[in-house]
């Protein structure tokens, strides 16, 4: 038959079981550390919903309609507000035509202008063009002002299809860019500290963006996916700190269960 507690059972003995669970509190937060949370959410958009609201388009017309956000035209810029200025930037990117520029700026400054149109005045972004990745800054409405880091692969073709980017940037202007999941890029800059806008430039309508998800801590282990009906991204933090809370979390059980045994 199984026990019936009562606020007197709570204080019956020295190692009652109120007094294991703050036992075990106090061992998790000043032995281990608490463990580790997901990041805040500062805003994010897959388009499953079929429209682009909170986007406003500056050159040329814009659909939601294939649950990603694409230009109906020759060509698109749109730009959705975005004051964030360090944590991570995570977005996919599809590409049919490597010829074609692709920009998207992770930080931007208004007003937006230049050519083609709907550039940032300053700002930083990933540029897709050619056979290569570059991490820019952008002042004065140029998104090549000064390349701060490039990757390259084989050919141009090889940067068609979908491309899965994760930017972090630290407090201090330290920026590390995965690819794919790969880390790729990392470098340093801090001629910009504030940002108004999150940019997406489409060449001759030759790209769509998904999934665009904003943090405002680093996460390195975000996995991005796509498939046909959208791309779909979920937050996280490293593995090694979940590793940590889990190994700490079973260590902090068993001396529960001695304690309890013992009673």
């Known amino acids: 038959m199984g026990e019936t507690y009562t606020d007197s059972t709570w204080s019956k003995t020295p190692w009652t079981t109120m007094t294991v669970v703050v036992t075990i509190f106090l061992i998790c937060f000043i032995g281990l550390g608490p463990l580790p949370c997901a990041a805040d959410l500062i805003w994010s ?3 499953n919903d079929g429209d682009f609201d ?3 388009p500056k050159v040329g017309l814009f659909t939601a309609e294939n649950y990603m956000l694409e230009p109906t035209g020759s060509l698109g ?3 959705h507000t975005s004051t964030n200025t360090s944590g991570t930037w995570s977005f996919s990117v599809k590409r049919t035509d490597a010829t ?4 998207v700026g992770f ?3 208004l007003p937006v202008g230049g050519i083609p149109g709907g550039i940032p005045k300053t700002g930083y972004g990933i540029l897709f063009q050619g ?3 570059k991490l820019v800054e952008v002042a004065d409405f140029n998104p090549q002002h000064s390349v701060i880091a490039t990757y390259s692969v084989g050919s141009a073709l090889d940067m068609e299809g979908w491309h899965h980017i994760n930017v972090t940037r630290s407090q201090q202007g330290t920026f590390n860019v995965f690819i794919n999941g790969t880390w790729r890029m990392v470098g340093t800059d801090t001629s910009v500290d504030t940002s108004d806008v999150f940019v997406f430039i489409s060449g001759h309508g030759k790209s769509a963006l998904d999934t665009v998800v904003v943090d405002d801590d680093i996460l390195t282990t975000r996995i991005t996916t796509t498939d046909t009906t959208g791309a779909d991204s979920q937050g996280g933090f490293p593995i090694e700190l979940l590793a940590i809370g889990i190994g700490g979390a079973v260590v902090v059980i068993i001396i529960a269960l001695v304690f309890i045994k013992r009673k």
């Open 131 to 133: 056979a290569s990745y």
């Open 77 to 79: 810029a749109a730009s």
């Open 45 to 47: 958009d897959n388009f």
């Open 54 to 56: 909170g986007w406003t």
């Open 100 to 103: 074609e520029m692709t920009f």
């Open 107 to 109: 930080m931007g400054t």
